[in-house]
Nanobody, 129 residues
Framework: QVRLVESGGGSVQAGGSLRLACTTSGVTDSSRCMAWFRRVEGKEREVVARIYRRGGNDYYVDSVKGRFIISQDSAKNTLYLQMYNLKPEDTAMYYC??????????????????????WGLGTQVTVAP
């Protein structure tokens, strides 16, 4: 059974930093991509960053390029999202996600919410002006 548990959210002032962590269990090689999504209440869920689970390129939505870094520690089964220079518009619930067997042929740069089989419960990030 796949389990994704996020941590590290909180409240910061604009310009501050946070590092989110996602502890995973049960994720196998059938999960090609790991990702972070975010959702603001009343708006569509947005993919923030993606990375190949077995290493390789990472991809970001334009609004976070140069500010966010997705990474993973395979030994710790943990996915990270380092966030710098946070802005009020980054305020959202952030979710860890993984693709599953049905998205095995989907390149990570094009993976969307429809390709995700496994979700965490989320961690809230709030950025004050």
């Amino acid at each position: 059974q796949v389990r994704l548990v996020e941590s590290g959210g909180g409240s910061v002032q604009a310009g501050g930093s946070l590092r989110l962590a996602c502890t995973t269990s049960g994720v196998t090689d059938s999960s090609r991509c790991m990702a972070w999504f975010r959702r603001v209440e009343g708006k569509e869920r947005e993919v923030v960053a993606r990375i190949y689970r077995r290493g390789g390129n990472d991809y970001y939505v334009d609004s976070v390029k140069g500010r966010f870094i997705i990474s993973q520690d395979s030994a710790k089964n943990t996915l990270y999202l380092q966030m710098y220079n946070l802005k009020p518009e980054d305020t959202a619930m952030y979710y860890c996600a993984a693709t599953g067997p049905r998205a095995r042929s989907v390149p990570c740069y094009s993976a969307t919410g429809r390709d995700i089989d496994y979700w965490g419960l989320g961690t809230q990030v709030t950025v004050a002006p």
